[in-house]
């Protein structure tokens, strides 16, 4: 049987292989795009026929790899960092979890290196570990019983945060309504935000509602469509009127605007009708990481890749 000292011991043995996990999970998200968004935009390069455009894209792609080769962040902006988890309430390390995702990005802040952005809000005053009020910022889904949690690391930067928009609209607008409001947050400032996009737009009952499903909009991975035919045809009919502005990569004139355009929607209540617009830069930084109640990790969206 255990004593208080092997015990104590032993918790601070799995808390430290759990943060290391998570630290360099974090460097391996900020520093290689997930499988699907490289693979999106291999099919935006090759559809753009312009010199200038092909320049564009051909320069991402020799960031990306040098990014990749070097180790180093893909963009200098590493962003404000949020966690969205998937957590089972039978993952034995549950409790671990906010202390695990300070002290990662504390040392990632370091090893990656991750640019100090955490700014406090009054006193502005940054902080050099990126540790500051409610940052890391985590968003929890409890899973009934499940024994593994997902984490997904969101690197929010500020040319892709500043285009975001929400609006409580009267049902007598009609859903249409939402259609000028989302082309003007994405053609407006969206352009400052290293096109191509992807639009993430959040639809619901209330601003907070809506915003929250906005970002989980951003973290669905390519080739998935709104579960309703309705939510699928109207992402469709976004995606090619924002398409048809011919913004291109850069804000310099293409064929394309967006990588995608997804919706997430929620009940609303039968008075509103709440829209939130969010959108990410072409250097679209989501990893996902599952992890099993013996530390044993899965990679989904990076092939081949261990930690
Ligand atoms: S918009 Fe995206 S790619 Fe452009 S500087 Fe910001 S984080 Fe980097």
Redesign the pocket.
């Known amino acids: 049987m255990l004593n208080e000292t092997d015990a104590a011991s032993g918790k601070e043995e799995i808390k430290e292989k759990f943060i290391s996990i998570i630290e360099k999970f974090i460097g391996l998200a900020a520093t290689r795009l997930s499988d699907d968004v490289m693979a999106r935009l291999e099919e935006m390069r090759k559809a753009e026929n312009t010199p200038l455009q092909k320049e564009i894209y051909g320069s991402y792609f020799e960031n990306l790899k040098m990014a990749q080769e070097l180790k180093r962040p893909c963009?200098?902006?590493t962003?404000m960092i949020q966690f969205y988890l998937n957590a089972g309430t039978a993952f034995p390390y549950l409790s671990y979890i906010p202390e695990v995702l300070k002290e990662a990005i504390r040392r990632a802040t370091v090893s990656v290196p991750l640019r100090p952005n955490a700014v406090d809000f009054f006193d502005e005053k940054i902080s050099d570990d990126n540790i500051a009020e409610r940052s890391p910022w985590i968003n929890w889904e409890l899973i009934p019983d499940s024994q593994e949690v997902e984490i997904t690391v969101y690197?929010s930067?500020?040319?892709?945060s500043l285009p975001g928009q929400a609006r409580v609209f009267k049902p007598s607008d009609g859903i249409e309504a939402i259609l000028p409001f989302v082309f003007d947050a994405v053609l407006g400032p969206g352009i400052?935000?290293?096109p191509p996009l992807l639009v993430g737009i959040g639809l619901g009952h209330n601003i907070e509602n809506a915003a929250v499903l906005s970002k989980k909009a951003l973290l669905r991975s390519f080739g998935r469509h709104h579960s309703h035919p309705k939510g699928a045809e109207f992402e469709r009919r976004i995606m090619n009127g924002l398409n048809s502005a011919g913004m291109g990569a850069q804000g310099l004139r293409g064929n394309q605007a967006v990588m995608g355009v997804h919706i997430e929607s929620s009940a609303r209540h039968t008075a509103t009708i709440a829209c939130a617009v969010n959108v990410s830069?072409?250097?679209l930084r989501r990893g996902v990481i599952r992890l099993k109640s013996n530390l044993s990790y899965e990679l989904p969206a990076y092939a081949g890749e261990t930690l």
Do not use: K, R
């Open positions: 963009c200098q902006d962003g690197f930067g500020a040319g892709c400052n935000a290293c830069c072409y250097m």
